[in-house]
């Protein structure tokens, strides 16, 4: 009857999202009381760790979120942007699409190393006004950054720790299910962006290729990398210590203090006579924050809902009412055949959003650990499910704080972003769950 009843609300709340019944801010939060009441989870629980510390949950990011809208005012109002959109439109010319997929084949690189909010802001605010300013649509625009994103998390090794870690599978074993489920990617991503192209045509919707207002010196022009270069720099410097076999602890460069210098290096190569240093600043972050103020909104309602499903940030998700609630169903409802695990989880696959049931970074992982303890699935088919599924999840879920983020940069609706990637990112994951329950069967 709980599982009945959790699944339910689950469901109403998430077409009420999807359909634009009730909008996220108001739904995310209802969903997080809702589920965390039908598990069973006491009054005090309920206060204290769904809403207010579920509130909290998110801090580090959407204060990646403030810092990074920040360095976007920074980058605009000192005509950084359209300087630079100037030249990649000239030199995107007749080739937009060329232009588009070597973005997308850099982002990816980049995500195979880099991780977090900070991280997708820092790439965003290049790679979008780019894409935008070649005449992508901006829910194209959006839907082809998150793919790129996506194919470097999959070979983010970051990620593949975490199937090596709780299913304690070998490496060579992930790496296997890794590549497949890349280049299926890669593909649906090229299949993905010559279809809207072809369908909705080119028109630019960012910075004309006119003469800036305020063209800006060259030395500023790389203002927009800058906090990567520092993270990039720092990080592959450790890999090199631990190379030659350094005892120290590598220092990683933080994403946020990363930021704050790029923030600097673009207000002070950019003073010229009668601009003030502080008013810049002060006007960037008053307008930086009001931008980026509905997404830090939205964080906190995902924070909830994390902390419904998952219970304390610090907690054994298993021990959660609403995990413990819903292991007895999952893992009775288990296929273990080829054919069922396929056509099963391949069908269920949208359960991956909204922090459901196949979730990894909600319930997902409880129910994951749940099905290595009692057998139902040998570890490599478990790590081939999830590895698959998360595809819809990575990319097409509204609770994910950078698809808030690109939604709420590109001017669009985060569920609108739901609705164009789904139906592709679903078949993807059924093609990806036949290749890879196969490979490691």
């Known amino acids: 009857m709980t599982v009945a009843l959790i699944v339910i609300i689950f469901l109403v709340f998430a077409a009420l999202m999807f359909f634009g019944r009730l909008p996220a801010l108001l739904a995310l939060p209802l969903m997080a009381v809702a589920i965390a009441a039908a598990a069973g989870v006491s009054a005090t629980d309920l206060a204290q760790v769904v809403v207010a510390d579920g509130m909290l949950r998110l801090n580090a990011a959407y204060t990646a979120a403030i810092v990074g809208a920040i360095l976007a005012e920074v980058v605009r109002q000192t005509g950084i ?3 630079v959109l100037k030249w990649a439109a000239e030199l995107g010319g007749d080739r937009p699409i060329l232009l588009t997929l070597i973005l997308i084949v850099v982002s990816a690189l980049l995500f195979t190393t880099l991780g977090g909010l900070g991280a997708v802001i820092m790439v965003g605010t290049i790679v979008l006004p780019i894409l935008l300013s070649l005449g992508l649509s901006p829910l194209t625009a959006a839907s082809v950054f998150l793919m790129a994103l996506s194919l470097g998390g999959v070979f983010n090794p970051v990620n593949w720790q975490f199937y090596e870690t709780v299913l304690r599978l070998p490496q060579p074993e992930v790496i296997r299910v890794a590549l497949l489920l890349g280049a299926l990617l890669a593909v649906v991503t090229v299949a993905f962006l010559i279809w809207e192209v072809k369908r909705g045509g080119l028109r630019r919707y960012w910075a004309e290729p006119t003469e800036p207002r305020h063209r800006a010196p060259w030395w500023a022009l790389p203002t927009p990398i800058v906090p990567i270069v520092l993270v990039l720099a720092f990080h592959f410097w450790g890999v090199h210590q631990k190379n030659i076999g350094a005892t120290a602890t590598p220092f990683e460069f933080p994403i946020l203090a990363a930021m704050l210098v790029g923030v600097a290096y673009g207000v002070l190569t950019t003073l010229r006579r009668g601009r003030s240093a502080i008013q810049l600043l002060s006007r960037a972050t008053f307008e930086g924050i009001g931008n980026v103020a509905p997404a830090v909104a939205l964080m906190m309602g995902i924070g909830m809902v994390l902390s419904a ?24 409802l288990t296929p273990t055949s080829a054919i069922g695990i396929v056509l099963g989880f391949g069908l269920l696959a949208p359960l991956a959003l909204y922090r459901g049931p196949l979730n990894v970074w909600g319930m997902g992982a409880g129910i994951a650990g749940a099905m290595l303890g009692v057998g139902a699935l040998p570890a490599a088919s478990i790590m081939a499910v999830f590895f698959s599924v998360g595809l819809v999840q990575g990319i097409c879920d509204p609770t994910n704080t ?18 164009k990637t789904l139906p592709w990112i679903w078949a993807a994951a059924i093609v990806g769950l036949a290749l890879t329950v196969l490979a490691t069967t």
Do not use: C, F
């Open 402 to 419: 950078h698809n808030v983020w690109v939604a709420t940069y590109v001017n669009s609706d985060v569920q609108a972003i739901l609705r």
């Open 81 to 83: 942007a359209e300087t």
């Open 309 to 332: 499903m998952m219970g304390p940030a610090a907690g054994q998700p298993e021990q959660w009412p609403t995990v413990a609630a819903m292991k007895p169903a999952i893992l009775a």
